[in-house]
């Protein structure tokens, strides 16, 4: 591998920030009632900070939600969150924006697939998340909008019928 001699240090940080910036985690909670600890639109966004995000069971009666998560890097595998239960994940970005997770679900009437973390959308504008928390509904998914309190971000189901 060739290495510059005039700018090693930069190549080293490089090389650290490309490596330590793709890794995921993931965590089982207690489901949470409408009340997600997330940042609002007057927090400072940390571009290199962890990402935290978080599904909830909305679909309603008590229907457990089967799902599937996964990125390029990370597959979480097949679960299921029972009714108003919840599950989250944390990673850091990828340097230059280009981290997607994305996940399926399975409801009554067939399997549906969305984008549940893409950098572009999620971390731009005035609905950025650093924790993204998803109330997962029939309809679609819908983000906490920590400017209004409320699940209002919502999104149809990926048109695409497959996990990449």
């Known amino acids: 591998m060739f290495i510059p001699k005039r700018y090693p240090s930069l190549f080293i940080l490089i090389v650290f920030i490309a490596t330590n910036l ?3 985690s993931t965590r089982n909670s207690i489901p949470a009632a409408n009340d997600p600890s997330s940042p609002s639109t007057k927090d400072v966004f940390k571009p290199f900070g962890k990402i935290t995000v978080e599904i909830i069971n909305d679909i309603g ?14 597959d ?8 108003g239960g919840s599950w989250s994940f944390s990673f850091k970005r990828q ?51 920590g400017g209004t309190k409320q699940f209002d971000i919502c999104f149809p189901w990926n048109k695409d019928k497959s996990l990449y």
């Open 22 to 24: 793709s890794h995921a």
């Open 61 to 74: 009666g008590t229907v457990s939600l089967p799902y599937h998560c996964k990125s390029k890097d990370n």
């Open 76 to 83: 979480f595998g097949d679960q299921s969150l029972q009714p």
């Open 95 to 145: 340097f230059l924006g280009r981290t997607l997770f994305y996940c399926s679900f399975v409801l009554a009437n067939g399997r549906y697939y969305f984008d549940i973390f893409r950098d572009h959308r999620d971390t731009a504008g005035d609905d950025w998340c650093q924790k993204c928390v998803w109330k997962i509904r029939p309809t679609g998914p819908c983000r906490f909008n």
